[in-house]
């Protein structure tokens, strides 16, 4: 009965009254749909970006499985070569569910065993969306959210920049207390995506100059961040793993960085 209740509020409330409810709704339900960083404890994880470079980045990591395997938005429907019994497995979904993205099924969600969608809740008002997602894959997998104010701290470190999907990700499971993390696929935007991921970006050159023009996304203070969080990390005794093609990634917005600041 309370489900049901959230759910109509969530695709009825009439629009002058949306911004109370998604208020209400998210200060007394955020807690309740946040994704617990110890669901995780102890589990090696693998978090796959769709750069092109995806592919390398898998043939080189170390021999042996991944207790979870994470994907973000279009990718749940690319195949990689990491299970060999389901190539479309994705344990953990992070999406948007909105803009470009392709559209999810149920069958979609059952086909690649996903256990856990992240909705992206960049804003408050996206809280209604993953109810009512929720009531939509329910049967499927869990919905959870990471809380609008883990988008507002980055945010705040990306010079008011909204944080890309894969940094988020990242960024929760660089704080998770797992035993082994793989980050690969990543290279902020400079080059373009796997194929189907999303064919209207032809080039590299094409990928970069979008998401700068755009100016919605920072590629450059997202490298320097997340070679913070990495470096952080690793410090603290984490095993973290991290592609040669995302290496060199951040190094070259670092350089990219070097050259505007001296433009300037």
């Known amino acids: 009965m309370i489900n049901r209740l959230r759910y109509s509020v969530s695709k009825y409330c009439p629009r002058p009254l949306q911004s109370l409810a998604y208020n209400v709704l998210y200060r007394r339900l955020a807690n309740e749909y946040t994704l617990d960083p110890n669901q995780f404890r102890g589990k090696s994880v693998l978090v796959v970006g ?14 042996g499985g991944f207790d979870i395997i994470v994907k973000m938005n279009n990718a749940i429907h690319t195949e990689f070569n990491i299970d060999a019994s389901n190539p479309l497995r994705c344990d953990v979904l992070f999406h948007s569910f909105r803009g470009t993205t392709k559209s999810v099924t149920a069958d979609d969600l059952r086909a690649a065993h996903v256990k856990t969608i992240v909705h992206r809740t960049s804003k408050r008002r996206a809280f209604l969306a993953t109810l009512r997602l929720e009531e939509k894959f329910s049967a499927v997998a869990q919905v959870r959210i990471v809380p609008v104010e883990n988008y507002t701290a980055l945010s705040n470190q990306l010079a008011g920049r909204v944080a890309s999907t894969g940094l988020i990700c990242a960024e929760y499971f660089l704080r998770a207390p797992v035993s082994r993390l793989a980050l690969v696929g990543f290279t902020f935007f400079a080059t373009r995506y796997v194929n189907g991921y999303d064919d209207t970006v032809v080039s590299d050159e094409i990928a970069l ?15 320097r961040l ?39």
């Open 50 to 63: 769709p750069a092109t470079s995806v592919y390398d980045d898998l043939q080189a990591l170390e021999s």
């Open 226 to 264: 997340m070679h913070e969080l990495i470096t952080a990390a690793r410090a603290a005794g984490r095993n973290i793993h991290v592609s040669e093609s995302m290496q060199r990634a951040i190094e070259t917005m670092r350089l990219r960085d070097h050259h505007k600041s001296a433009q300037q």
């Open 209 to 223: 100059t979008r998401v700068e023009a755009a100016d919605y996304h920072s590629p450059i203070h997202e490298a």
